[in-house]
């Protein structure tokens, strides 16, 4: 899978195009020109600490709903603001890796609300939209800097997503790019790991966990590989097969969950709350704010440098208010709180630290870890994934040293190979795709997609339950036309078209439902395996009295969204559509 001496140049009508990694415990930008594609350059963000190519994905508005910060800026300045001691926190708006919202929300809708840290509600499209143009107008900044003439619109745009995410959330993001600026056209979705399997293709180099650097550089048409993205939300797994023409063909749809980095932090808050009830560490989040991030940074920095073989303690700072919530509300100290608790031999606490045995900070990666073999290993036992030899594991969290062991421990007749700057494959990767998305040959149909319909009814075909009458005419109602199957192989741009008629002369507006089904072959739109996606509206012309309307519906698949439109047979001219996931009235099935 090795670059080639000269890459194909790109395909893009942009003189750049930059890319937002929005992740759900950092974020960054990353931009190349079409003149030298392949050229990414990133952004520096300065930390306390370090500098980094990726800031976290904080944000902090004023008490007005205004922008005040983003990233390492607003985890500082609300740090501040609380350690004035006084309540006027909790008048600003801090939010802190809220991405998942879009994966866990069972009913995602435009006008969703989200909770802040101090529990104050605002519209998740507006935190969002915040933090999507601050990187965008950041990502701006920095161009002119080098290019003093260049436009918004001398720039292509692409967002990454988690490529299991259903169509609703990437509706959802895209809507909010656009209100941060960022025109319809000039934006792409990508899917998180695609993007690194193509940034795989171009790297000079990459190591396996033994130290080799051979796959990348010489594997040939026909190979598959398992992508295993590992970022600080969800872990999103996909296979690729090397296709010609330097092509990747999609093998199985995109599959994973929530167990990224992030699980890991919420077994410690959980950890805490065995050890001195949770109602004391919601105090300690919404009373003592500037403690609370304090302990949760301390973590941080111990879960990036636990190692495999380390043996002993892990000693981390307890910040005094801590101590203060114990005594005060639990008439004990700490040391004996841990006494009584089920970590008694394990956990002790001296000094104002916790001192922790490494197997019980291991077993804090533990259900995360996991639930990521857990999968792996049923991955690998479907049929058309027999053959992959290799996992290339991308991500942030794939720098985790326990997760790298756990991998290569369960799998150990592949092949574990983590390319040069992980952490950085997707956004990277993002940016060749804006370039050269048609290397993305072919991907599989996660669902089996549909339209209600409702032909004539059939007494040897259709229940007497379904039936129903529409002028002159008998019909069944709700009855599943299918556009594509589940596991199909699509080629981007693939079309489905079918020819529709209003049911009635006065109709202004043609309405049709989309469904999708986890089974193959579904019948009715109302079976248990359905769920409503999303609906298609068509405003209708005026036709004379007599004559019958006939629209053409199309569907385009195998892109990263889900593409419609319409057009009216007898003109011959297309119609203005609306495509909408994200009513109200949508019960969506979230991910």
Same mark, same amino acid.
């Given at each position: 899978?090795?670059?080639?001496?000269?890459?194909?140049?790109?395909?893009?009508?942009?003189?750049?195009?930059?890319?937002?990694?929005?992740?759900?415990?950092?974020?960054?930008?990353?931009?190349?020109?079409?003149?030298?594609?392949?050229?990414?350059?990133?952004?520096?963000?300065?930390?306390?600490?370090?500098?980094?190519?990726?800031?976290?994905?904080?944000?902090?508005?004023?008490?007005?709903?205004?922008?005040?910060?983003?990233?390492?800026?607003?985890?500082?300045?609300?740090?501040?603001?609380?350690?004035?001691?006084?309540?006027?926190?909790?008048?600003?708006?801090?939010?802190?890796?809220?991405?998942?919202?879009?994966?866990?929300?069972?009913?995602?809708?435009?006008?969703?609300?989200?909770?802040?840290?101090?529990?104050?509600?605002?519209?998740?499209?507006?935190?969002?939209?915040?933090?999507?143009?601050?990187?965008?107008?950041?990502?701006?900044?920095?161009?002119?800097?080098?290019?003093?003439?260049?436009?918004?619109?001398?720039?292509?745009?692409?967002?990454?997503?988690?490529?299991?995410?259903?169509?609703?959330?990437?509706?959802?993001?895209?809507?909010?790019?656009?209100?941060?600026?960022?025109?319809?056209?000039?934006?792409?979705?990508?899917?998180?790991?695609?993007?690194?399997?193509?940034?795989?293709?171009?790297?000079?180099?990459?190591?396996?966990?033994?130290?080799?650097?051979?796959?990348?550089?010489?594997?040939?048409?026909?190979?598959?590989?398992?992508?295993?993205?590992?970022?600080?939300?969800?872990?999103?797994?996909?296979?690729?097969?090397?296709?010609?023409?330097?092509?990747?063909?999609?093998?199985?749809?995109?599959?994973?969950?929530?167990?990224?980095?992030?699980?890991?932090?919420?077994?410690?808050?959980?950890?805490?709350?065995?050890?001195?009830?949770?109602?004391?560490?919601?105090?300690?989040?919404?009373?003592?704010?500037?403690?609370?991030?304090?302990?949760?940074?301390?973590?941080?920095?111990?879960?990036?440098?636990?190692?495999?073989?380390?043996?002993?303690?892990?000693?981390?700072?307890?910040?005094?208010?801590?101590?203060?919530?114990?005594?005060?509300?639990?008439?004990?100290?700490?040391?004996?709180?841990?006494?009584?608790?089920?970590?008694?031999?394990?956990?002790?606490?001296?000094?104002?630290?916790?001192?922790?045995?490494?197997?019980?900070?291991?077993?804090?990666?533990?259900?995360?870890? @996991?639930?990521?073999? /857990?999968?792996? $290993?049923?991955? +690998?036992?479907? !049929?058309? =994934?027999?053959?992959? &030899?290799?996992?290339?594991?991308?991500?942030?969290?794939?720098?985790? @040293?326990?997760?790298? /062991?756990?991998? $290569?421990?369960? +799998?150990?007749? !592949?092949? =574990?190979?983590?390319? &040069?700057?992980?952490?950085?494959?997707?956004?990277?990767?993002?940016?060749?795709?804006?370039?050269?998305?048609?290397?993305?040959?072919?991907?599989?149909?996660?669902?089996?997609?549909?339209?209600?319909?409702?032909?004539?009814?059939?007494?040897?075909?259709?229940?007497?339950?379904?039936?129903?009458?529409?002028?002159?005419?008998?019909?069944?109602?709700?009855?599943?036309?299918?556009?594509?199957?589940?596991?199909?192989?699509?080629?981007?741009?693939?079309?489905?078209?079918?020819?529709?008629?209003?049911?009635?002369?006065?109709?202004?507006?043609?309405?049709?439902?989309?469904?999708?089904?986890?089974?193959?072959?579904?019948?009715?739109?109302?079976?248990?395996?359905?769920?409503?996606?999303?609906?298609?509206?068509?405003?209708?012309?005026?036709?004379?009295?007599?004559?019958?309307?006939?629209?053409?519906?199309?569907?385009?698949?195998?892109?990263?969204?889900?593409?419609?439109?319409?057009?009216?047979?007898?003109?011959?001219?297309?119609?203005?559509?609306?495509?909408?996931?994200?009513?109200?009235?949508?019960?969506?099935?979230?991910?």
């Amino acid at each position: 899978m090795a670059a080639a001496s000269s890459p194909k140049p790109s395909t893009c009508n942009k003189l750049f195009v930059a890319a937002i990694d929005f992740g759900t415990t950092y974020s960054g930008y990353a931009f190349s020109s079409k003149s030298e594609w392949t050229k990414v350059q990133t952004n520096v963000w300065p930390s306390s600490n370090q500098m980094s190519s990726k800031t976290p994905t904080a944000l902090l508005l004023n008490e007005d709903e205004t922008f005040n910060s983003f990233g390492y800026d607003a985890e500082k300045n609300f740090a501040e603001i609380a350690e004035e001691g006084d309540d006027s926190y909790k008048d600003f708006y801090y939010f802190h890796r809220f991405k998942m919202l879009l994966h866990n929300c069972k009913n995602l809708h435009r006008n969703i609300c989200i909770d802040d840290m101090t529990r104050k509600r605002m519209e998740a499209h507006k935190v969002f939209t915040h933090s999507i143009k601050f990187l965008v107008d950041t990502l701006f900044d920095k161009l002119k800097g080098a290019v003093p003439d260049i436009l918004l619109d001398d720039i292509h745009f692409v967002l990454t997503v988690p490529a299991i995410w259903d169509d609703p959330s990437k509706q959802f993001m895209r809507e909010a790019a656009i209100a941060a600026g960022i025109k319809a056209n000039q934006l792409s979705i990508a899917l998180e790991p695609e993007a690194a399997s193509i940034y795989c293709q171009h790297i000079p180099t990459e190591v396996d966990v033994s130290g080799n650097t051979s796959f990348l550089r010489t594997a040939k048409q026909g190979t598959k590989y398992m992508i295993v993205d590992l970022g600080g939300g969800t872990a999103d797994i996909t296979v690729h097969l090397r296709s010609g023409e330097g092509t990747l063909d999609e093998v199985r749809p995109a599959s994973g969950g929530p167990w990224g980095g992030k699980s890991v932090d919420d077994r410690f808050e959980k950890f805490l709350g065995e050890v001195i009830g949770n109602d004391l560490v919601e105090d300690l989040k919404q009373n003592f704010m500037e403690d609370y991030l304090d302990l949760f940074r301390e973590f941080e920095s111990k879960k990036r440098n636990i190692a495999t073989v380390k043996t002993g303690k892990v000693h981390m700072k307890i910040p005094l208010t801590v101590q203060s919530l114990v005594k005060k509300n639990l008439k004990k100290s700490v040391p004996d709180v841990l006494k009584e608790s089920s970590y008694a031999e394990s956990v002790h606490f001296a000094n104002m630290k916790l001192h922790m045995s490494v197997d019980i900070f291991k077993d804090l990666f533990k259900p995360t870890i @996991e639930g990521i073999v /857990k999968h792996l $290993k049923e991955v +690998f036992m479907e !049929k058309n =994934v027999q053959g992959v &030899e290799t996992i290339l594991m991308v991500g942030g969290f794939s720098e985790c @040293e326990l997760v790298q /062991k756990a991998i $290569k421990d369960n +799998f150990k007749d !592949k092949k =574990v190979i983590i390319p &040069e700057d992980p952490g950085l494959a997707v956004l990277k990767g993002a940016v060749y795709y804006g370039h050269v998305p048609k290397t993305i040959g072919r991907r599989v149909a996660r669902y089996t997609y549909g339209i209600q319909s409702w032909p004539e009814f059939d007494p040897n075909k259709h229940p007497e339950a379904k039936k129903v009458q529409i002028g002159t005419k008998f019909r069944c109602r709700d009855v599943f036309f299918k556009y594509v199957t589940k596991g199909e192989l699509l080629t981007p741009g693939y079309r489905r078209s079918q020819i529709f008629q209003a049911l009635k002369p006065d109709e202004e507006c043609l309405e049709c439902a989309i469904y999708v089904s986890d089974e193959e072959d579904p019948v009715y739109v109302d079976d248990e395996s359905c769920r409503r996606l999303g609906t298609l509206r068509v405003p209708l012309p005026r036709v004379s009295t007599g004559c019958s309307l006939e629209i053409e519906e199309t569907m385009i698949f195998g892109d990263t969204e889900l593409e419609v439109q319409a057009r009216d047979i007898y003109t011959n001219q297309q119609c203005e559509v609306s495509f909408d996931l994200l009513s109200n009235n949508v019960v969506q099935n979230g991910n």
